[in-house]
């Protein structure tokens, strides 16, 4: 298969899954898909290397995610340093969808990017704690300390049974 | 319903309408590669012929001293310590704390790159958000969409420029032979690079890395060099071996001002938000400041402060924030806080370890309401 078939099947295939993590993320489709579009073709631009990587996929999405966190730090500054990242466009524009889902939608907005990012890598993209580690560049407790504080803050608004976190996702010396 | 499946119900509504087909992806990615052809071609394009080394004169001049600081600059304590490995430089910029480890200047085990990292922190929560090997240096500055970096690890004498978004580290020569640069200044698309050994001012482009333009401004023999370089996004400014400040329009490329400070061998170490520019004199405790105006008109020597009455007190740089000027001192190891109109020090914040383990600063950086203070396997952030 030539460069470009294989880079299209890659992209066609990923590209529904990785715009809805990082519509997560970011909490803002637009951008999402912005900073997406870039990280594919900075992708293309190194295909030759990106395309042998054990994951691609997780190449882009970590690409994506340093434009997006680049692209609102910068708007961070302009707007006299907002306390919060990214007002999700979703809670303005909800669309059908049950109310554990519209809780959902408020509770995310309360999570710091770090901790909505580690949230979605290991809930909907069904990572490790070690491989959220890697792709985060920090340390599994980090990971574990984050995944729980998140767990935690959805529990407010989604009900306790939320709040527990998995084994392998424990933060260390807790109970679990 | 677990969380999974919540979360997944919650983002089944977002369609890949809004993104484009693969060729116009690719067609954006065959831009960028070639912008990287162009770099890399710049990078020889970029040799030059090399000039004999310089040395620095030193000299001494009749200054004038600020008041010593009298107490605690009033309600700013080190409110945090981020373990970050080594030393190295610190710099805000693109809304991130960027801290290098130089690793002792060492290169890797085979020899090909430069052994230490550069880290990513997020100044609000301070958090290490990423660890970049190779991306290591000093003088750093952020722009056109890069930290860069002069980087002298082993024999290498290169700049660095780490992408911004994929965190690639590419280092480019920028004389031949290659020859450390001593800083750059990123104005719009255009860089500025100040080139000691061959006496020029470097410009060149962020995106292709093509020269735009050298402007010789002496001989390193005569001290007339360019040493240092900053910008407020306008101008440019170089500083040379004999206390010349030269302005320069970032737009023509024309000086527009050359002013004597009363001291040789300064280095221009940064320029506050209300343009006044701050230089540190060759005994390493003397700051020396500029008022400079309009474009076109010309600045104006202000004021020279001691920051140390002790001959081994050093000053490891200078960083703004919004209403104050800092300084970090190292004998003492402490933070001055500074008055940016009357250049009167108000305070001073020591940098006291654990334990009274010895915090000694080797660089500045600030966010508009706190400073981080690099030292010795940390960097301490103080804030109100």
Redesign the interface.
């Given at each position: 298969m030539s460069d470009?078939a294989a880079?299209?099947e890659f992209?066609?295939g990923t590209?529904?899954h990785l715009?809805?993590?990082l519509?997560?993320m970011t909490g803002d489709?637009?951008q999402?898909?912005d900073v997406?579009?870039?990280?594919?073709?900075?992708?293309?631009?190194?295909?030759r290397r990106v395309s042998r990587l054990n994951d691609p996929m997780a190449w882009v999405r970590t690409?994506a995610w340093?434009?997006a966190?680049?692209q609102?730090?910068?708007s961070?500054?302009a707007s006299d340093?907002l306390r919060r990242y990214f007002a999700p466009e979703?809670a303005a524009d909800p669309?059908p969808?049950?109310d554990?889902?519209l809780d959902?939608?408020a509770a995310l907005q309360l999570l710091?990017p770090?901790h909505r990012r580690a949230?979605?890598l290991y809930?909907?993209c069904?990572l490790s704690v070690a491989q959220v580690a890697v792709e985060?560049?920090?340390a599994e407790g980090?990971v574990k300390s984050r995944l729980a504080r998140a767990?935690t803050a959805?529990a407010a608004a989604?009900g306790p049974e939320?709040a527990v976190v998995p084994t392998d996702a424990a933060p260390e010396g807790s109970p679990l | 319903m677990n969380l999974a499946e919540l979360m997944n119900e919650l983002a089944g509504d977002v369609g890949t309408q809004a993104l484009p087909e693969p060729d116009e992806v690719r067609g954006v990615g065959d831009r960028l590669r070639r912008r990287q052809r162009n770099r890399l071609a710049a990078g020889a394009a970029a040799l030059v012929v090399a000039a004999a080394a310089t040395a620095v004169a030193v000299t001494g001049g009749g200054l004038r001293s600020a008041p010593e600081p009298v107490g605690p600059a009033e309600g700013w304590r080190v409110v945090r310590a981020v373990e970050v490995p080594g030393s190295g430089s610190a710099i805000v910029g693109d809304g991130s704390l960027w801290v290098v480890n130089m690793a002792a200047h060492r290169l890797t085990d085979d020899g090909s790159a430069p052994a230490g990292d550069l880290y990513q922190l997020d100044p609000e929560s301070g958090d290490i958000v990423a660890r970049i090997p190779e991306g290591v240096g000093g003088w750093p500055a952020v722009g056109g969409g890069a930290v860069w970096l002069m980087t002298a690890a082993g024999d290498l004498n290169v700049l660095s420029r780490v992408d911004l978004a994929t965190h690639e580290v590419t280092r480019i020569k920028t004389t031949h032979p290659p020859t450390l640069p001593r800083g750059v200044a990123v104005v719009g698309n255009t860089l500025w690079v100040a080139s000691l050994d061959t006496g020029e001012l470097i410009v060149m482009d962020t995106d292709t890395l093509d020269v735009l333009r050298r402007i010789q401004l002496g001989s390193p023999a005569s001290n007339q060099a360019p040493n240092s370089v900053v910008t407020d996004g306008t101008s440019v400014w170089v500083a040379d071996g004999d206390g010349v400040v030269s302005r320069f329009d970032a737009a023509t490329g024309r000086e527009t001002s050359r002013l004597q400070l009363p001291a040789s061998g300064v280095r221009l170490t940064g320029i506050d938000p209300r343009g006044v520019l701050y230089a540190i004199a060759s005994d390493g405790r003397t700051l020396l400041t500029v008022t400079t105006g309009a474009a076109g008109a010309p600045d104006e020597y202000a004021r020279t402060v001691h920051v140390g009455t002790g001959s081994d007190t050093v000053l490891a740089g200078v960083a703004f924030t919004d209403g104050a000027t800092w300084l970090a001192t190292s004998s003492p190891d402490q933070l001055l806080r500074m008055d940016p109109q009357s250049f009167e020090i108000t305070g001073r914040t020591p940098l006291e370890g654990a334990n009274h383990k010895s915090n000694v600063p080797v660089a500045i950086a600030a966010t508009d309401d706190a400073v981080w203070v690099r030292v010795d396997g940390q960097v301490i952030e103080v804030a109100p």
């Open positions: 470009q880079f299209d992209y066609l590209r529904l715009l809805r993590q519509t997560m489709r637009e999402a898909a997406l579009q870039e990280a594919y073709a900075r992708a293309w631009q190194r295909w690409v340093r434009v966190i680049s609102h730090r910068r961070m500054v340093r979703v669309g969808a049950s554990r889902v959902l939608r710091t770090e949230l979605v809930e909907m069904g985060t560049e920090v980090t767990r959805l989604l939320y | -």
